[in-house]
Antibody, heavy 119, light 109 residues
């Protein structure tokens, strides 16, 4: 069964950094583009970052550009999101999502990991 | 940049009702429009992709239509398990890339 599992969330102070991971299993990870999507408490879904199957190109939402870096390790079936200079507005559940070829929809999601930015 | 407007933001309906949610974009995205269902405390789930197509396991009471800038999600006969929040998403190849609509919260009347 195809699965995604995020980890690395937690409480972090404003201005600090955090690295999220997403472990993939049950499918050929290296064949899929991947994204991170976040959801602030009580709010809607916000796409954050995208990475191609090979690791390049990458794309970012304006809110993530310059502070977040998406990367992947296909040998370890893992996706990452390095976040720097965290702000209160980055508080959210962060989901990793698998993108389906051609149509680009997100057909598999992890359960999410909560990041809380607070002093 | 493409703008997306999803409406209504909330909706009250009864079991058995027919419900329609719309999504409008500021420029054509052809049929690169997807719908997701999210229940409280859970991750989103793909409901419809490429405007019309249902993933395996999604009940046939869900349907999608539209093209260009105007899209619709229809639930033909609401079931108890359908009360959730629904999001549209465009995946047309242009910034801001994979944006989501604001969401429609479907509640029991």
């Amino acid at each position: 069964e195809a699965q995604l599992e995020e980890s690395g969330g937690g409480l972090v102070q404003p201005g600090r950094s955090l690295r999220l991971s997403c472990a993939a299993s049950g499918f050929v990870f290296s064949s899929h583009e991947m994204s991170w999507v976040r959801q602030a408490p009580g709010k809607g879904l916000e796409w954050v970052a995208y990475i191609s199957e090979t690791g390049s190109p990458v794309r970012y939402a304006d809110s993530a550009e310059g502070r977040f870096t998406i990367s992947r390790d296909n040998a370890k079936n893992s996706l990452f999101l390095q976040m720097h200079d965290l702000r209160g507005e980055d508080t959210a559940v962060y989901y990793c999502a698998r993108e389906k070829e051609v149509t680009g929809d997100f057909d598999l999601w992890g359960p999410g990991t909560l990041v809380t930015v607070s002093s | 940049d493409i703008q997306m407007i999803q409406s209504p933001s909330s909706l009250s309906a009864s079991v058995g009702d027919r419900v329609t949610i719309t999504c409008r974009t500021s420029q054509s995205i052809k049929t690169y429009l997807n719908w997701y269902q999210q229940k409280r405390g859970e991750a989103p789930k793909l409901l419809i992709y490429a405007t019309y197509s249902l993933p395996r396991g999604v009940p046939s009471r869900f349907s999608g239509s539209g093209s260009g800038t105007d899209f619709t999600l229809t639930i033909s006969s609401l079931q108890l398990e359908d009360f959730a929040t629904y999001y549209c998403q465009q995946t047309f190849s242009t910034p801001p890339w994979y944006i989501f609509g604001q969401g429609t919260r479907l509640e029991i009347k």
